[in-house]
């Protein structure tokens, strides 16, 4: 089964400073990973994905998350934060195929942004 | 892009009571459909997958008397919550995915209080 974990249940940053966000899947093969993002009582964006091919993916909001097989880790990061990136931000893992293949959520990760 | 629309984005209603949600895929074909839920403060939870024209498939421990999920067409699925309590007060949030296309698309949530 899939399962994803991510470590950090609170991140506090200042603005202007780097951000890393931290996301270890578990999975047989190469899964399917997302990085969402949810402002409080509002759905869930997609901020990037990756399937295959270059491990470093860049998505939107000037996020970039990079895939490491040896490590099974897709971390989230952004060199430069805005206070308005404060959110909640959630690692998914998808087994890869057609059909209705289910996500599965990690616990989240609380971005506060000091100004 | 792919856009979700779910409805509505707040209720409350009384013990005892009947909610309909609605979630549509607006400009796509959406084959599946998830139906997720979120207490405060924590992640979704997967509690049915549903495939247009099939009966849904439930996650353990979700009770398919309760939460009835119909998704009759290609752009339209429902969850209703039957004889609603207030332990059912939550966050529900759907997504939907076309079959031609490895990505979900994420409505905007209904915050459900059961009075």
């Known amino acids: 089964a899939q399962s994803v974990t991510q470590p950090d249940i609170h991140i506090t940053v200042s603005e202007g400073a780097s951000l890393e966000l931290r996301c270890n899947y578990s999975y047989g093969a190469t899964p399917y990973l997302f990085w969402y993002v949810q402002s409080p009582g509002q759905g869930l964006q997609l901020l990037l994905k990756y399937f295959s091919g270059d491990t470093l993916v860049q998505g939107i909001k000037g996020f970039e998350a990079e895939f490491k097989r040896s490590q099974s880790s897709f971390n989230l990061r952004k060199p430069s934060v805005h206070w308005s990136d404060a959110a909640e931000y959630f690692c998914a893992v998808g087994a890869p195929g057609g059909g209705g293949n289910k996500l599965t959520f990690g616990t989240g990760t609380q971005l506060k942004v000091e100004l | 892009g792919a856009v979700v629309s779910q409805h509505p984005s707040w209720v409350i209603c009384k013990s005892g009571t009947s909610v309909k949600i609605e979630c549509r895929s607006l400009d796509f074909q959406a084959t599946t459909m998830f139906w997720y839920r979120q207490f405060p403060k924590q992640s979704l939870m997967l509690m049915a997958t549903?495939?247009?024209?099939?009966?849904?498939?439930?996650e353990q421990g979700v009770e398919k008397d309760k939460f009835l999920i119909n998704h009759a067409s290609l752009t339209l699925s429902t969850l209703t919550v039957t004889s609603a309590h207030p332990e059912d007060s939550s966050f529900y949030i759907c997504s939907a995915r076309a079959a031609d296309r490895y990505g979900y698309t994420f409505g905007s949530g209904t915050r459900l209080t059961v009075v």
């Open positions: 549903s495939n247009e024209g099939s009966k849904a498939t439930y």
